[in-house]
């Protein structure tokens, strides 16, 4: 598969890091190896060689683990910025005639899924968002949708307003990511460089443009909270992984 990936593993884990003993989120045991490299791994056997992270709290340990084809970029300001700033320290990296897989190094998906966005990278929304039907009721970042387009985003959306949660994923099509590289400088150059990387997206996005991909009934953990941490241990282990080529 021809596409780059972007891995942002630049945050500080505030909410989990006494229960993770203040290591960054994506270097979280799974299989026996660290969570980034897990997802690593599982992004090389589905064709995408081209990887890049960027780091920032305690991004020399997470370099560290990192092989050596992946492409490391620095958020020097990570405590004072968000996911907009650790895109824009990658720009170099992006090109506009490539599909590109952006994700957060604290997320653990099943490889299905993986294998079920990839074939949505020719598509013509500005980007496709992974989320999941199933959880409503607990869920942190909030996704409203109808017909397969997103309506509603945010934490504070009611029970009532939320359709699922976001995954921590997305997917820009070739077509559309010079259009969305344009819009994180834009954010970035005019000073909002607090904001995620998705609401470059979703603030250019009126008239359904950007797609849903719903993934209930996949396993998947976005490591935020204890219970995350825990649900996350007892899937790993009644689960078997399939072991690198």
Same mark, same amino acid.
């Given at each position: 598969?021809?596409?780059?990936?972007?891995?942002?593993?630049?945050?500080?884990?505030?909410?989990?890091?006494?229960?993770?003993?203040?290591?960054?989120?994506?270097?979280?045991?799974?299989?026996?190896?660290?969570?980034?490299?897990?997802?690593?791994?599982?992004?090389?056997?589905?064709?995408?060689?081209?990887?890049?992270?960027?780091?920032?709290?305690?991004? $020399?340990?997470?370099?560290?683990?990192?092989?050596?084809?992946?492409?490391?970029?620095?958020?020097?300001?990570?405590?004072?910025?968000?996911?907009?700033?650790?895109?824009?320290?990658?720009?170099?990296?992006?090109?506009?005639?490539?599909?590109? @897989?952006?994700?957060?190094?604290?997320?653990?998906? $099943?490889?299905?899924?993986?294998?079920?966005? @990839?074939?949505?990278?020719? &598509?013509?929304?500005?980007?496709?968002?992974?989320? =999941?039907?199933?959880?409503?009721?607990?869920? =942190?970042?909030?996704?409203?949708?109808?017909?397969?387009?997103?309506?509603?985003?945010?934490?504070?959306?009611?029970?009532?307003?939320?359709?699922?949660?976001?995954?921590?994923? &997305?997917?820009?099509?070739?077509?559309?990511?010079? $259009?969305?590289?344009? +819009?994180?400088?834009?954010?970035?150059?005019?000073?909002?460089?607090?904001?995620?990387? $998705?609401?470059?997206?979703?603030?250019?996005?009126?008239?359904?443009?950007?797609?849903?991909?719903?993934? +209930?009934?996949?396993?998947?953990?976005?490591?935020?909270?204890?219970?995350?941490?825990?649900?996350?241990?007892?899937?790993?282990?009644?689960?078997?992984?399939?072991?690198?080529?």
């Amino acid at each position: 598969m021809i596409m780059k990936a972007i891995i942002f593993a630049a945050g500080m884990g505030t909410r989990i890091s006494r229960h993770i003993g203040n290591s960054p989120k994506c270097l979280v045991d799974v299989y026996g190896v660290p969570l980034i490299n897990y997802t690593i791994d599982l992004l090389h056997r589905r064709g995408i060689d081209d990887v890049a992270v960027v780091t920032g709290y305690r991004g $020399e340990e997470v370099e560290r683990v990192l092989p050596r084809h992946v492409k490391v970029f620095h958020n020097p300001f990570f405590s004072v910025t968000n996911s907009i700033a650790s895109f824009w320290m990658a720009r170099d990296f992006v090109c506009p005639s490539t599909p590109l @897989l952006a994700m957060n190094g604290d997320v653990f998906v $099943e490889e299905a899924v993986i294998d079920d966005i @990839l074939e949505m990278s020719h &598509g013509d929304k500005l980007a496709v968002m992974l989320a =999941d039907s199933s959880r409503i009721i607990g869920a =942190d970042y909030k996704f409203s949708w109808s017909r397969g387009c997103l309506d509603r985003y945010g934490k504070d959306l009611t029970p009532d307003e939320t359709t699922g949660e976001y995954v921590g994923i &997305g997917l820009v099509p070739r077509r559309r990511v010079a $259009e969305v590289m344009a +819009s994180v400088q834009h954010e970035v150059t005019t000073g909002n460089f607090n904001k995620w990387w $998705e609401e470059a997206i979703y603030t250019k996005s009126p008239g359904g443009n950007v797609g849903i991909f719903d993934i +209930s009934g996949h396993f998947w953990v976005e490591l935020d909270f204890a219970e995350d941490l825990m649900r996350l241990r007892d899937y790993l282990k009644d689960s078997v992984r399939i072991p690198a080529e």
